[in-house]
């Protein structure tokens, strides 16, 4: 998909015109990375927004000790960077490819100078932060709240949700996480995560097998989130 047509396809950008739409596809700049590339660091300048045009990338906090917390996973037709050029701020967190990725970058004055000249753009990146927030409140709450096997069901068919093609009641999930990038998304050990792989598969309800996760069961899975 090219830069306009994946332009196109994305909400920020629906409203503007073939022609304004094609503008800015030429302000585009392209860079690749390797699974596992970081794109910046936190506590970076940031001066870009960057789109996703394929592979995904994971948003981590990072410790001082060297844990991580995976805030999100981004994948085509997605953007983010967004936070540093609205509020003039360093990146509030690293940006890491999951998968070797294709990303479009923005440069701060040309984004700025598109969301000034469209009202529903603005609109549009409001909504976007907020619906953000609505996540992270939700992680918040899941991880005060949550035992780790509640919370590592929830976010395995949240994954089917989002990244899985769904079968009857299962869905398979192709992406290329480690047990240590699920234990990330759920603030919990290695180790814990590993037990409980171990757990939901010997009662039939999840298998892991290389990049393959699939949830066997969707509806007895749901009833671990107590
Ligand atoms: P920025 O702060 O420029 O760099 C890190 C990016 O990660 C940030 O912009 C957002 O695009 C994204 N990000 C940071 N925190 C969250 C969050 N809680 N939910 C979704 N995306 C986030």
Do not use: W
């Not at 981590?60 to 050029?85: A, H, Q």
């Amino acid at each position: 998909m090219d830069a306009t047509e994946l332009l196109s396809r994305i909400h920020l950008f629906q409203t503007l015109s073939p022609e304004d739409r094609e503008d800015l596809a030429g302000l585009l700049r392209t860079q690749k990375v390797r699974a596992g590339e970081a794109l910046f660091r936190k506590g970076n300048e940031g001066t870009t927004l960057y789109i996703i045009q394929a592979g995904s990338v994971k948003i981590v906090l990072p410790s001082r000790l060297g844990d991580e917390m995976i805030v999100t996973i981004f994948t085509p037709g997605e953007f983010f960077g967004e936070m540093s050029i609205l509020d003039g701020m360093p990146r509030s967190a690293d940006a890491v490819a999951v998968e070797p990725s294709t990303l479009l970058l923005l440069n701060r004055s040309d984004f700025l100078h598109f969301l000034k000249k469209n009202d529903a753009a603005m609109e549009a990146i409001l909504a976007c932060l907020s619906a953000r927030l609505r996540q992270t409140d939700d992680l918040l709450e899941d991880t005060s709240f949550l035992n780790i096997p509640a919370r590592f069901a929830k976010k395995i068919l949240q994954l089917g949700e989002m990244f899985g093609k769904k079968e009857d009641n299962t869905m398979e999930i192709r992406l290329r996480l480690t047990q240590k990038d699920l234990a990330d998304m759920v603030g919990a050990t290695r180790e814990s995560i590993n037990k409980e792989l171990r757990v939901l598969r010997e009662k039939g309800l999840v298998t892991l097998e290389g990049n393959v996760l699939r949830i066997e069961d969707v509806t007895r899975l749901h009833r671990r989130i107590r």
